[in-house]
């Protein structure tokens, strides 16, 4: 689904996911008296938060390893000032708009988003539900806290929370977010990569300060169970909601496998705080200096960072595509790639819903069948001759979706897979050689017969790590 050009991807939550939650946090104690949690004191003042906010700035630029160059305005939200946030567009033009129904209709015609669903709403259902921390508005700079009932000054999650926050106001500064987020070429399968080294970076900062936080004594141990509770809370909201929407959860335990897979043992001195916190700065600036080029190199983090292992997506050449389209008397009105993390969920059942516990583990957002994806490329596809239509509807598109495997075995994987759980929408399909198969949603008469005559004899060219390549086997 295209998050980025809607509210969400901009929206920067607090999220406890790092791990299950029986592993975090310090374990009850069976021996030493148990301290009472104090009595929430009031909500912090403007003053209050600005020092705090001061303060956490300085133990983010440590934990980081980058100074900040400006510093971050910072405040508090009322609950319905973040629901208005959500709301709004964030990029809020008439191109973004009309993408984001373009996306939709798309992801309902290849079968991602059940028919009829507000993605929007079930989205900001999702995030309502636990209401996050805090929010980082990109556009503005601002970092917001949200003021909850037991907000106080001198809690560890409101640390918490400005910790996440002002790391990705940090990386906003060095990485300017709006130069992605506003770039209307971005794929669903890039949002989520983008998604998964900056979240990544956010939340392993978070946990390392939580982690010295928890080894110097200075909060009671109850302080953690209940950063635990609160943890499972969201995991268990988060899990609730439909497959299509929960897949956002994937960036935070990917980005965080991904940023920490040259340091050994990096992930247990990150969660138990023993051997001093990871060092994760060099990773961040590299992988957003040079963003991985899937979601697949995020999903397996030795195709991205070893030289000898790397493995690139194969691209198809739009411009090939949109020729061969156009002679079938067909206008493209969107394209997208939807990576391997996608096909995972077009690969399992459509009201999947999953295991609260299984967020958070990397091995939960790809699958066999979608493993052995080499590439892949949708077109949103209307008569050349339709008129633009103001709110489009899916039954005015079909849809021409490449899909390029590793194998021949993966490929035939991900058509059984595809047909077994997406009965309608994998329906018609055609092979390209032996690793490539494109799905033709919903289109019929002589535009389909043209593309059945065209696509074997004149498939679309490919390339991968700038190299030609084949449909067919090698
Ligand atoms: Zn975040």
């Known amino acids: 689904m295209l998050l980025r050009s809607s509210a969400f991807i901009g929206l920067t939550c607090l999220l406890f996911i790092v791990g299950a939650p029986a592993t975090r946090g310090a374990p009850p104690s069976a021996t030493g008296p148990v301290s009472p949690i104090p009595t929430p004191p009031p909500p912090p003042t403007p003053e209050q938060l600005r020092v705090l906010a001061a303060r956490m700035q300085t133990e983010v630029e440590t934990l980081r390893g980058a100074s900040f160059k400006h ?6 939200f009322t609950e319905s000032e973040v629901r208005d946030f959500l709301r709004q567009d964030l990029d809020g033009s008439a191109s973004a708009a009309a993408r984001r129904a373009h996306a939709t209709c798309a992801h309902q015609l290849i079968g ?7 993605v929007q709403a079930a989205f900001e259902q999702m995030m309502m539900r636990f209401v996050p921390g805090g929010i980082y508005d990109h556009r503005s700079g601002a970092l917001r806290i949200v003021h ?4 106080n000054v001198d809690s560890l999650s409101l640390r918490c929370v400005l910790v996440h926050e002002l790391v990705h106001a940090l990386d906003d500064q060095y990485f300017d977010f709006r130069k992605f987020l506003e770039d ?11 998604g998964a080294v900056f979240e990544g970076s956010a939340v392993v900062v978070q946990e390392a300060y939580t982690a010295q936080r928890r080894r110097s004594g200075d909060f009671p141990a109850q ?6 509770a609160e943890g499972a809370e969201q995991m268990r909201t988060l899990a609730e909601s439909p497959a299509h929407v929960a897949v956002w959860v994937a960036r935070f335990p990917c980005g965080i496998r991904f940023l920490l897979h040259q340091q050994p043992g990096a992930f247990l001195r990150l969660v138990t705080g023993l051997g001093g916190p990871p060092s994760i700065g060099p990773a961040v600036e590299a992988a957003a200096g040079n963003l991985p080029r899937s979601f697949e190199q995020v999903l397996h983090p030795e195709k991205y960072w070893a ?16 020729a061969l389209l156009a002679r079938a008397h067909l206008r493209v009105v969107f394209r997208d790639t939807l990576g391997e993390l996608l096909c995972c969920l077009l690969t399992t059942p459509a009201d999947r819903k999953f295991n609260p516990l299984e967020l958070s583990m990397p091995t939960t957002w790809t699958n066999p069948a979608a493993a052995g994806w080499g590439g892949d490329r949708l077109f949103l596809v209307t008569a050349a001759d339709a008129p633009e239509v103001a709110q489009p509807e899916p039954a005015a598109f079909g849809c021409v979706w490449f899909t390029m495997w590793d194998t021949p075995a993966d490929c035939a994987e991900f058509i059984a897979a595809y047909r077994a759980h997406r009965p309608e929408a994998a329906a018609d399909v055609m092979s390209l050689g032996e690793r490539g198969a494109v799905f033709l949603h919903r289109l019929s008469g002589p535009r389909l017969e043209a593309l059945r005559t065209s696509l074997p004899t004149e498939p679309p060219t490919c390339t991968h790590a700038g190299r030609p390549w084949s449909f067919r086997s090698p």
Do not use: Y
Request: with cysteine.
């Open 71 to 76: 510093p971050v305005d910072v405040g508090l």
């Open 112 to 118: 991602l988003i059940p028919p009829g669903c507000d």
């Open 148 to 151: 909850k009932p037991d907000l």
């Open 184 to 194: 209307d070429a971005v794929t669903s399968d890039m949002e989520h990569v983008w």
């Open 223 to 228: 302080v953690f169970e209940q950063l635990n």
């Open 307 to 322: 030289a000898a292992t790397r493995d690139e997506p194969v691209r198809i050449d739009d411009a090939a595509v949109e």
